[in-house]
């Protein structure tokens, strides 16, 4: 990493803004947060590595989104707990910027992995005939493949110029993570072009997933319409309605923080893009593994099946991963 030329060694995130005498209610809260996110996508990934008719392309392409959320909240919850439980909110500057890289990763890599996903869903859905020829194990591979290479892609372009970033003012960072833009706030140098840059790489790297998924369930929609019985459209509709509530909350959310940067800074607008910076660095890794647990049948009827070879006999716990 280059060194940058500053004398600031350490940011301080000031988080929430909350209390002292709430610091260890909020651990609490991120520390369930934190542990249901992790048992909830190792046992998806778990489930869908052992149980052998889960491997298909969908299930494929959801482990690969169970381990990406497992780094991706780990990139920021862990920091955010310690600050809550020792009261050090201080962050170094490497530090710093390896949390802005690994989370700038992630993100992207989500992004990518969401229009992946609503791809093989509109090839199941609208393509039912050719969907096992066109989606082998090779295209998924390269689709799979093709998501985390892209945001390494994306993060290698931009790394750099934050890297040139020096520092010599105020070392406060007004959020609970290190934000692109708070960082290029802070910086003293007169690079009055990365705002810009900032904006345009986002849009490229980001965009296009975006509108792969926004057309892939444009044809989704218009197919389950065309379909005579209401018990066909519901079935059709039931299997990528948990994707489809996955990608509102997450492209919800970004797109609000968003527009934060194009309004006047207020301090209650302020205030709610920290909340709604929540709803996609904190909660949907918590939150898909469950909305796929819960409005998927064929998980349900593993864990139904699992839980009553446990209730009949406790041995069967390690013989299930072996079985199916």
């Known amino acids: 990493m280059q060194k940058n030329k500053t004398g600031i060694k350490e940011f301080i995130l000031l988080g929430f803004g909350e209390p002292q005498s709430l610091h260890t209610f909020l651990f609490l809260i991120f520390l369930l947060i ?12 778990l489930l869908i590595v052992t149980a052998r008719h889960l491997h298909t392309p969908m299930y494929y392409f959801l482990g690969n989104l169970s381990c990406l ?14 600050s809550f439980w020792t009261g050090d909110k201080a962050i170094s500057l490497r530090g710093c910027m390896l949390q802005f890289y690994f ?43 093709g998501s985390w290479i892209n945001s390494i ?14 520092y010599c003012g105020s070392n406060t960072i007004d959020h609970f993570y290190c934000e692109s ?34 057309i892939s369930y444009v044809y989704i929609i218009h197919t389950i319409l065309k379909i005579p019985s209401i018990t066909g459209r519901q079935k059709a509709f039931s299997t990528c309605s948990s994707h489809l509530i996955v990608v509102c909350l997450f492209y919800g959310a970004i797109i609000i923080v968003i ?12 205030d709610l893009s920290k909340m709604f910076s929540l ?31 446990i209730m009949r006999n406790p041995q069967f ?8």
């Open 34 to 45: 934190y542990i249901v996110t992790l048992i909830a996508n190792f046992l998806t990934v």
């Open 279 to 309: 709803l996609y660095t904190v909660f949907p890794p918590m939150a898909n593994p469950l909305i796929y647990t819960l409005r998927n049948k064929d998980v349900k009827d593993i864990l139904r099946k699992a839980a009553g070879k």
């Open 69 to 82: 959320e497992i780094l991706y909240s780990s990139a920021i919850l862990p920091k955010t707990m310690a």
């Open 259 to 270: 527009s934060y940067y194009l309004i006047p800074k207020v301090e209650v607008v302020r």
């Open 103 to 145: 989370f700038s990763f992630l993100v992207c890599t989500e992004c990518y992995l969401l229009a992946v996903m609503s791809y093989d869903r509109f090839l199941a859905i609208c393509k039912p005939l050719h969907y096992a020829r066109i989606m082998d194990g090779k295209l998924c591979l390269s689709l799979a493949g």
């Open 181 to 214: 833009f708070a960082l290029i706030k802070l910086s003293c140098s007169h690079i009055r072009i990365l705002p810009l840059v900032t904006v345009i790489l986002a849009f490229l790297f980001s965009f296009p997933p975006f509108l792969l998924t926004l």
């Open 153 to 166: 892609v994306f993060i290698s372009i931009y790394l750099p110029f934050m890297l040139e970033l020096h």
């Open 317 to 324: 716990l390690l013989q299930w991963f072996l079985l199916d």
